[in-house]
């Protein structure tokens, strides 16, 4: 089924649910972000700039996307008056800050309840299948990008030299001058390690991922699904019942795998990598060393809603149809899109 999201901002709404401790007295000061079409990471670049901080004074629980109208929360490690700041806060584009608190602790990644979303799918001829099928927990594109997949499968196989080609390649010209002298001296650890660590840990990130999107496309071969082409290989969405189990992101220190159709996939997947999970320790660079974790082969989906469908007054002669649900952290509303429209 052909279809479109995020055709303008207000297609694809987000809202942080959080999970705050405020206190009377932080270090932190907690802003609640409204922002459109901004992304998450260029915000607080604005917010370095404004006031001449560095970007680790500055925290959320994860990347909302561009392409949208979100909401989340932020904390800054910044003194001053809260009205003030958050007055001077105003200047920045597209974004409108309010305060709420103040916290000992910054917020971090994953610190969060859920997300509720609101989806507009665009462009349609005909109103989805209303059958509740379970929906994988996959990783989306987001995640991947067009060499992070390839940059870190370089990193964990010791091949420093590509990955550091791979970023240099894929970089603004503008920002490699000190990565490209440490690659025409022969030091490919030090290039790799001009790049911020957040960006170097996504490198890691995109390649487990990718590895996780694998066993669970092979698994689900066990039942009957559609199938979707993503860049890195296929999404399997099931139409049929399947029972939840915990599937590997493998690194080093694995809990052991205890669904049995699971383990030799395990094995096939890891032989074609040419790959052992102790290779995701990494003396040369070891604040790259990544355990291994389990995530939930479905996705724990709550509050789903659907409207009817109606006409799409961007695109003549189409349909639109509302959905809304919220999602636990981590999973991706762009995948619960593709199982239901596909």
């Given at each position: 089924m052909d279809y479109i999201i995020k055709q303008i901002p207000e297609d694809f709404v987000v809202e942080e649910i959080p999970k705050l401790e405020l206190v009377d007295d932080g270090r932190f000061l907690i802003f609640r972000l409204k922002k459109k079409d901004r992304g998450s990471e260029d915000v607080a670049g604005d917010i370095c700039r404004l006031f001449n901080m560095k970007r680790k004074f500055i925290g959320y629980a994860g990347n909302k996307d561009k392409k949208a109208v979100t909401t989340q929360y932020l904390s800054i490690r910044i003194t001053g008056n809260p009205a003030k700041i958050t007055e001077k806060l105003s200047a920045i584009r597209n974004c409108k800050f309010e305060y709420v608190g103040q916290s000992i602790n910054p917020i971090s990644i994953g610190d969060l309840e859920s997300n509720r979303f609101g989806i507009t799918v665009r462009g349609l001829d005909k109103a989805p299948d209303a059958s509740k099928s379970p929906i994988p927990n996959y990783f989306d594109e987001q995640r991947f990008s067009k060499v992070n997949v390839e940059v870190g499968r370089s990193i964990i196989k010791r091949d420093f030299k590509k990955a550091a080609k791979l970023?240099?390649?894929?970089?603004?010209?503008?920002?490699?001058?000190?990565?490209?002298?440490?690659?025409?001296a022969n030091d490919h650890i030090g290039a790799l390690r001009c790049v911020p660590k957040k960006t170097l840990t996504l490198f890691i990130h995109a390649y487990q991922s990718f590895l996780f999107n694998e066993l669970v496309s092979v698994y689900l071969n066990w039942f009957k699904c559609v199938t979707v082409k993503y860049s890195q290989g296929i999404f399997r969405f099931p139409r049929q019942e399947v029972a939840n189990i915990e599937v590997p992101i493998i690194g080093f220190g694995m809990d052991e795998v205890k669904e049995e159709k699971l383990k030799p996939i395990i094995d096939k997947i890891l032989k074609q990598e040419n790959l052992t999970p102790r290779d995701f320790i990494i003396p040369q660079i070891p604040e790259l060393s990544f355990e291994g974790r389990m995530r939930d082969l479905l996705m724990n989906i709550s509050e789903m809603?659907?409207?009817?469908?109606?006409?799409?007054?961007?695109?003549?002669?189409?349909?639109?149809?509302?959905?809304s649900f919220v999602l636990g952290p981590g999973s991706y509303a762009t995948i619960v899109v593709k199982s239901l429209f596909s």
């Open positions: 970023v240099l390649d894929a970089a603004d010209s503008s920002s490699t001058s000190d990565m490209l002298a440490k690659i025409e809603k659907q409207s009817s469908l109606e006409a799409d007054d961007l695109n003549v002669g189409k349909h639109k149809i509302k959905v």
